[in-house]
């Protein structure tokens, strides 16, 4: 009796997955609203990796941790330290790259962007935008000239509203502006 019941309720959880919008099922998917993400970080600076440290190793996963020299802070709900330190999920040759998962590769040198809680973060539930000086430039670019572009519809997708528009492009200026000026 128990085994049928379960296969019934198996089968109709299935039908159920199955029949549902797959946009509503993975909305929760925090890259889904990702301007929402940048939007509501209390923390936006511009900076380079100093030092990076490996904290932990799993099959399945790298943990990181990066010191990093702030070059420039546009958002902050305090007083603005010369460093921070992001945790992170990275990945290598022997731990291979989650399917879905924000990791990254950072290395000492490399510029960074971050959006995130506070200048002692984990990463996520911020944002981390990272590459040659040149290459976070260009995605900034890219990331205020996306914005520009959105529809109504897109925006709410996006969860930002007209107003929020305005400040992050506001804020991409600010950091096109921090990029160019850091050498």
Do not use: H, W
């Not at 029949?19 to 099922?25: C, I, M, N, W």
């Not at 990796?49 to 070059?71: H, N, P, S, W, Y």
């Not at 490399?110 to 984990?122: G, L, P, Y």
């Not at 897109?154 to 160019?180: F, P």
Request: glycine letters at 4%; charged letters at 25%; one cysteine or more.
């Amino acid at each position: 009796m128990k085994t049928k019941s379960v296969r019934r309720y198996t089968f109709l959880l299935t039908c159920v997955l199955i029949s549902g919008d797959p946009a509503r099922l993975f909305a929760a998917n925090m890259r889904s609203f990702i301007e929402s993400v940048r939007r509501k970080a209390p923390v936006v600076y511009v900076g380079s990796v100093k030092e990076v440290r490996l904290l932990q190793r799993t099959k399945f996963d790298i943990k990181g941790k990066a010191v990093v020299d702030i070059k420039a802070v546009m958002r902050t709900p305090g007083s603005s330290p010369r460093q921070a330190t992001i945790e992170y999920s990275s990945y290598d040759d022997k731990t291979p790259m989650l399917e879905g998962g924000p990791q990254y590769q950072l290395r000492p040198g490399v510029s960074v962007i971050v959006f995130a809680n506070s200048f002692d973060a984990s990463i996520p539930p911020g944002y981390l935008v990272q590459g040659s000086r040149q290459e976070v430039l260009q995605r900034v670019e890219a990331l205020s000239d996306a914005l520009s572009k959105m529809s109504p519809d897109q925006l709410r997708v996006n969860e930002i509203t007209e107003d929020d528009r305005r400040v992050q492009m506001s804020l991409y200026e600010k950091l096109s502006a921090a990029l160019l000026a850091a050498k």
